[in-house]
């Protein structure tokens, strides 16, 4: 496994990996990586030819209060469950790098973004499409993995691939959940004992959701109401955002119909702590 720090020498291994026809498998990371990334490298170790791993905190897509300076890193863990997962390279970029000064260049995808997880964090997937565009152009990838826990990020993702013509593949795999049911995350260690506990409660409310529908709920305030109520067992437990919304275009549903695809998503801070999941339905 051959660990790179400079995008000229990404770019240029991308280029003659090209020319020798070599399929490139893609997974962007920003580390501290846990078993849901680890499905995504182990996913394009078999689809691929070669895996390229990208890890790197990306300044742009944290607001001014958020957490970046505190998230996790260990690279130390990370390379070595890279090089278990049979990862050929790992790239991890400076910031002079990636930002150098005088950089001017933004990629923003409207619409989709304005709701749920964009709604409270604005600016957040202008920053996450600008470091993917950049790492798709360094790495030049045939196809690249995104986990389903992201599920706006991941729409806005295929979204900007289609409208800038990129041409590469983004496949998007399921979430990867503790034997509770708390969906993987690298934010999960910021949870102390009790706050873990708690957060079981977001898969559950997911559930209980399912459920409802499953035995003919219709009405979406009615399902959300009772997530509510589910969640409101904890004391640690703030909704930020509960919703259902139309699986592809996230517009917001206030009566399910017969044969569609939903997407229950919800963002809920265990005390400071913000998770996020979600689940697909498909509506009989
Ligand atoms: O999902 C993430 O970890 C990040 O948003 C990504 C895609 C690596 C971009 O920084």
């Known amino acids: 496994m051959k660990i790179i720090h400079s995008a000229a020498e990404m770019q240029e291994i991308a280029r003659q990996l090209k020319i020798q026809s070599k399929i490139i498998g893609f997974v ?15 996913r394009s170790v078999k689809d691929c ?6 890890i790197y905190v990306n300044p742009m897509q944290f607001g001014p209060k958020e957490d ?12 070595k469950l890279c ?7 790992v790239f991890i970029p400076k910031d002079a790098q990636i930002y150098p000064k005088g950089y001017m260049t933004e990629v923003q995808v409207k619409g989709i ?12 997937f202008t920053g996450v499409c600008t470091i993917v565009s950049k790492l798709f152009n360094i790495v030049k990838a045939d196809i690249a993995y995104f986990g389903q826990k992201d599920a706006q990020q991941a729409l806005v993702i295929k979204k900007m691939v289609k409208d800038l013509h990129m041409s590469l593949k983004i496949k998007v795999l399921p979430i990867i959940r503790e034997p509770d049911g708390l969906a993987m995350s690298s934010r999960n260690a910021y949870l102390d004992d009790k706050q873990r506990q708690d ?13 409802l529908i499953e035995q003919k709920q219709r009405k979406t305030a009615k399902i959300i109401f009772q997530m509510k109520r ?3 067992q904890s ?23 017969a044969k569609t695809k939903v997407l229950i998503v919800l963002a809920v801070y265990m005390g400071r702590v913000r998770l996020i999941d979600n689940i697909l339905v498909k509506v009989d």
């Open 28 to 42: 962007p990371t920003m580390g501290y990586l846990h078993k849901g990334h680890l499905s995504l490298m182990s």
């Open 49 to 54: 030819d070669v895996t390229v791993v990208s």
């Open 68 to 79: 970046f300076k505190k998230y996790p890193r260990d690279i130390k863990t990370d390379l």
């Open 83 to 89: 090089r278990q997962q049979n990862v050929d390279y």
């Open 113 to 124: 973004t304005d709701s749920l997880c964009g709604k409270f964090r604005p600016g957040h």
């Open 199 to 211: 957060a079981v409660l977001l898969s559950q409310a997911l559930k209980k959701a399912k459920q």
């Open 230 to 232: 589910l969640l409101s």
């Open 235 to 257: 004391e640690f437990a703030t909704i930020e955002y509960i919703a259902i919304v139309d699986a592809d275009h996230l517009s917001e549903i206030k009566q399910l119909k």
